[in-house]
């Protein structure tokens, strides 16, 4: 069970690695950091009910924590990208 936890988590992190590259490149708090920041929720939420994954308590740190580590990497991977 732990291991598609983790399947998932990872892929919630692939998908929010695009939406942080965006985000790095917006105003903090301007309309398309918001949306660079909520768009992959829906998406997320989705995935949870496709997936069967439900909405218990201890999967919480899990997918928040692949959510905000996508987020960072891809400011991160923005960063790195824009040094070259």
């Known amino acids: 069970m732990m ?3 983790c399947l998932i988590a990872i892929f919630v992190l ?5 939406f942080g590259f965006w985000r790095v ?3 903090k708090f301007s309309r ?3 949306l660079a920041v909520h768009i992959p ?3 997320v939420i989705l995935l949870r009910l496709v997936t069967g994954t439900g909405w218990q308590l201890k999967t919480l740190p ?5 959510f905000l580590s996508g ?3 891809g400011g991160k991977f923005y960063r790195k990208y824009r040094e070259k």
């Open 25 to 27: 490149q917006t105003n």
């Open 62 to 66: 899990i997918f928040v924590c692949a």
């Open 32 to 34: 398309y950091w918001f």
């Open 41 to 43: 929720v829906p998406i």
């Open 71 to 73: 987020q960072f990497l």
């Open 3 to 5: 291991k598609n936890y």
């Open 14 to 18: 692939i998908i929010n690695l695009p």
